[in-house]
Nanobody
Framework: VQLQASGGGVVQAGGSLRLSCAASRRISSFNVMGWYRQTPGNERELVARIYGGGSINYGDSVKGRFTISRDIAKNTMYLQMSSLKPEDTALYYC?????????WGQGTQVTVSS
């Protein structure tokens, strides 16, 4: 499975960005897809994930500000990020769990300036 993340950039605090993750195969076949983020020296943390049946989980720090969604016809997952804070600055990765294996995209950098 190949995952291509895009949409990162530099934005001012309070602004919005939308990340996209395009998959090389039908995302309806994935057990779960999600967004994770990582800053230097820290472990990768869950931002949001969406299960095959449609259930959604969010990390505590993004609840109410970020929205995960997917377009099955386009084999693409999205992360709409609003009310961005400097602490949201990180490298964002998309993930798909499929056939017992984690698959990762290359990451897209999000930088929020104060």
């Amino acid at each position: 499975v190949q995952l291509q993340a895009s949409g990162g950039g530099v934005v001012q605090a309070g602004g919005s960005l939308r990340l996209s993750c395009a998959a090389s195969r039908r995302i309806s076949s994935f057990n779960v897809m999600g967004w994770y983020r990582q800053t230097p020296g820290n472990e990768r943390e869950l931002v949001a994930r969406i299960y095959g049946g449609g259930s959604i989980n969010y990390g505590d720090s993004v609840k109410g500000r970020f929205t995960i969604s997917r377009d099955i016809a386009k084999n693409t997952m999205y992360l709409q990020m609003s009310s961005l804070k400097p602490e949201d600055t990180a490298l964002y990765y998309c993930n798909a769990f499929y056939w017992g294996r984690d698959n990762w995209g290359q990451g897209t950098q999000v930088t929020v300036s104060s």
